[in-house]
């Protein structure tokens, strides 16, 4: 049997070949939310969002619908949380979260993971369920790893270096 600690490790190893062969940043980002997406049963919705100016933009995102929250104000809603505070926000019950901005009537739980490049918040990891309180630590230890592995594209997509073509 395939431990949780396996899966994880695995899926890491994928994003790291998907940022080192990656032909545009936004293609690293799109085959990451599709990863993530198909690789675990309770993230329902992952999205990633750009910070541009003072608002999120989705860039990304993979799963059973789309989203009308496409530009969120930094500061709403629980994506406007983390990349105001910078740090990971985790929450077990949306219906409980005077914050939440509702997005899809079967959704449960959310976390929301910043990325960080050269010290600024540059984007963030957004991930739905349907399951409530479906993610723990290892959960977001995971995800903070996979945020940190998407600094130089999130950069890149902004503008901020040019993409190389080894993916650097
Ligand atoms: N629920 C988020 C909005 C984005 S959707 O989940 C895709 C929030 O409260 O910020």
Redesign the pocket.
């Known amino acids: 049997m395939t431990s949780a600690t396996d899966i994880r490790r695995g899926a890491l190893d994928a994003i790291d070949r998907i940022v080192h062969g990656g032909t545009t940043p936004q293609d690293v980002l799109q085959r990451t939310v599709e990863l993530l997406h198909d690789r675990f049963d309770h993230y329902s ?1 992952v ?1 990633i ?1 750009l910070v541009e100016g003072d608002e999120l933009v ?1 860039g990304s ?1 993979q799963g059973p619908e789309a ?1 009308e ?1 496409v530009r ?1 104000p930094v500061g ?6 983390a990349a105001a505070s910078g740090r990971t926000e985790v ?1 077990d019950d ?1 219906n409980d ?1 005077s ?6 009537p079967s ?1 449960r739980s ?1 976390i ?1 993971v910043p990325i960080h490049f050269n010290g600024e918040v540059v984007g963030e990891i ?1 991930i ?1 369920s349907d399951t409530p309180a479906a993610f723990d630590e290892i959960d977001r230890r995971f995800l903070e790893h996979v945020a940190r592995m998407l600094s130089s594209p999130c950069g890149a997509a902004l503008g901020r270096f040019a993409w190389g073509p080894d993916g650097r």
Do not use: N
């Open positions: 919705w999205g969002y989705l995102w989203t929250h969120i709403r809603g629980i994506c406007g949380a929450v949306v979260d914050k939440y901005l509702a997005c899809f959704t959310e929301v957004d739905d």
